[in-house]
């Protein structure tokens, strides 16, 4: 939800602040947004409605020179999307600032300072912001004093960086609730929502804490918390590829991603399981510790990791013999709970700074849960630092808004957890080394699946010029079918919905003709002869059906009956290999509609908002 960066340097910012944005530009890309601090000590502003790449288009003909920077990527939430919206909003013509996140009490900020002069230009919740710090600058005469004076009053989610014209040669940036990390340069430093918008230009970065505002200047960072304590914050580097942020040879980041997969997978895998076994302390010092005796699981998370959580439950139950609930943080987070004893809670975030999931982990870290576990790709990010346990998938950084690489590898890392879990509540050897050697074979069977690739694309073109979908699992691959859903009305504004095959006489079937695709997924497991039967519920009523399905399923192409066979999996890893082609077809059709796939309408990555 909006993307910031900022940068105080010997040389011209304009080049790394735009680069940064295009980085960022997975987080909000409405309008977008500079301030750079002229050599004559003056703010020049550049501002533009849509993608970064209109901004850069504009600062073509108009360039900012100076040295001192920061600018903005925007995803709307007060105010339409507009050149007066976009940021960085200023108060007079010396100071300037930029901010992602939500100012709750900005309504009566603004009636108060209305009422003391100041004239509001925007509809933004920000200008208020920007507005209060300059009313204290103008009694204490210091931005940093000004800015902190500032956040004592401010309720909600910010992340902001400030710059004033009368002190040019530094920042000041602070965060609560909102991801800000600090680049550590050499005679330049930088700032930004996330590392990756600042990897051309350093490898190290200081992670804030919340609370924490801080002094950025060329040659040196000063950080104070909270209570006003001055403070060091570790320096740590980038562990990944500078170019995984780049497209390399593909059309768009989402398919780089799902190509990723076989590799990310294979590195989630990585020094956590052996040949027959799972290492639980791969999982952690404490993980042993933490495991033993939880008799219940509560997962929590939003989206696409909801739908990892929801297959989980299914590993959970069946393999550890341990009760599992699920549920999507923003509706976890507004009720009461009846806690059972011994409860593990456990969050699944792609970024690790979803605001909901967020939410719920600091309540739940009240409320008395047995030890908090995190699933997270993003290494510092406020889940990974609030939670005792934590396991990192190896997605690399996922710039598609669609999550795809992200949740196989939260799949594997789940599936690797419930291995832990089952063996401290008695699952046979055998069974573990089982399962292990077919998770050993998931990344090869990913590769055959996308070996599809070509036959899946030509399947597409049955999609394109319809309005609805269903999507059909049963048992595991329900979610699966959830997920493919969501990857679909995500990116080709299709509207798809999902449903365990078994609820289709229920109601959804009324639905079913030939203008109504129906996709389902069928595995040779337990329940694939009641899932044909409820194949042929859809047959007898016109539906057409897209059926990924292996040999062993035995579902027979016939008329309205496309079957793409795929590779034989085991019926615990099957849904992570049977989400692939569904990620597959969903790009095929939004390729084929023309809609922006890595950047999809309304939509944004990384919901650090309510
Ligand atoms: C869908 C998608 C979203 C995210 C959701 C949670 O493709 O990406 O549904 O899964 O916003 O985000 P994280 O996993 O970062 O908490």
Not at 526 to 555: I, P, Q, T, Y
Request: charged letters at 25%; one cysteine or more.
């Amino acid at each position: 939800m909006c993307g910031i960066v900022g940068a105080v340097s010997e040389r011209d910012v304009q080049g790394i602040l735009l680069e940064g944005l295009r980085r960022l530009e997975y987080r909000g890309y409405d309008s977008a947004g500079m301030a750079v601090i002229g050599g004559d000590h003056s703010v020049q502003r550049a501002r533009e409605v849509g993608k970064v790449a209109s901004l850069a288009a504009a600062m073509k003909t108009n360039p900012l020179a100076g040295h001192l920077g920061i600018a903005h990527t925007r995803w709307a939430t007060h105010g339409e999307p507009s050149q007066i919206n976009a940021h960085p909003h200023m108060s007079g013509d010396r100071l300037a600032i930029v901010h992602n996140g939500i100012i709750e009490n900005y309504q009566e900020l603004r009636e108060e300072l209305r009422g003391e002069g100041f004239e509001f230009t925007s509809q933004t919740d920000t200008e208020v912001v920007a507005h209060l710090i300059e009313k204290n600058y103008r009694s204490l005469g210091s931005l940093y004093d000004s800015v902190r004076a500032a956040i004592a009053r401010l309720r909600g989610a910010y992340a902001l960086a400030v710059v004033h014209a009368d002190e040019p040669d530094h920042l000041v940036v602070c965060r609560e609730g909102s991801p800000l990390v600090i680049g550590v340069g050499i005679g330049e430093n930088f700032i930004a929502s996330d590392q990756l918008a600042l990897l051309p230009v350093t490898d190290r970065f200081m992670f804030l804490e919340e609370g924490d505002i801080a002094d950025i200047r060329k040659d040196g960072i000063a950080i104070l918390d909270r209570e006003g304590q001055s403070v060091e914050r570790e320096i740590t580097r980038f562990e990944h590829g500078a170019d995984s942020a780049d497209k390399g040879e593909y059309r768009h980041f989402m398919l780089k991603e799902i190509y990723e997969q076989p590799r990310v997978i294979k590195a989630t895998m990585e020094g956590r399981v052996t040949n027959t076994r799972v290492l639980e302390q791969a999982l952690g010092t404490d993980a042993e510790n933490l495991l033993e005796n939880v008799r219940h699981v509560q997962i929590i998370a939003c989206g696409t990791s909801y739908h990892a959580g929801m297959v989980a439950r299914y590993w959970i139950e069946e393999l550890a013999g341990v009760p599992c609930s699920v549920e999507v943080a923003s509706e976890f987070r507004y009720r009461k709970h009846v806690i059972q004893q011994d409860t593990l809670f456990l969050c699944i975030s792609q970024s690790g700074e979803t605001a909901d999931t967020l939410a719920a982990l600091r309540q739940a870290k009240k409320a008395g849960f047995r030890a908090a576990l995190a699933i997270c790709n993003v290494p510092g990010s406020s889940l990974v630092r609030e939670s005792d346990l934590v396991i990192m998938t190896q997605a690399g950084p996922e710039i598609g808004v669609a999550s795809t690489k992200a949740f196989t590898t939260q799949l594997t890392a789940l599936l690797i957890f419930t291995l832990a879990l089952a063996r401290q509540n008695g699952l046979p050897e055998e069974q573990e080394a089982e399962i292990v050697k077919a998770i050993h074979l998931v990344p090869g069977q990913v590769s055959d699946v996308l070996a599809l690739d070509g036959e899946i694309a030509e399947m597409s073109k049955a999609f394109m010029d319809k309005h609805h979908s269903l999507f059909l699992g049963r048992g595991s691959q329900f979610p699966v079918a959830l997920e493919g859903a969501l990857k679909l009305k995500e990116i080709s504004y299709i509207h798809a919905e999902a449903y365990p095959a078994g609820e289709l006489k229920h109601g959804p079937l009324a639905l079913v003709d030939s203008e109504m695709p129906v996709v389902t997924v069928a595995p040779n497991n337990d329940l694939v002869e009641k899932l044909k039967s409820n194949l042929e519920e859809v047959r007898a009523r016109g539906g057409e059906l897209f059926v990924f399905a292996d040999k062993m399923a035995n579902v027979k192409p016939d008329e309205g009956i496309h079957v793409m066979q795929l590779p034989s999996v085991h019926p615990i890893t099957a849904p992570i290999v049977y989400t692939v082609p569904l990620q597959l077809l969903s790009y095929h059709v939004a390729v084929l509609k023309g809609t922006d796939v890595d950047q999809p309408r309304n939509l944004a990555k990384s919901v650090t908002v309510e």
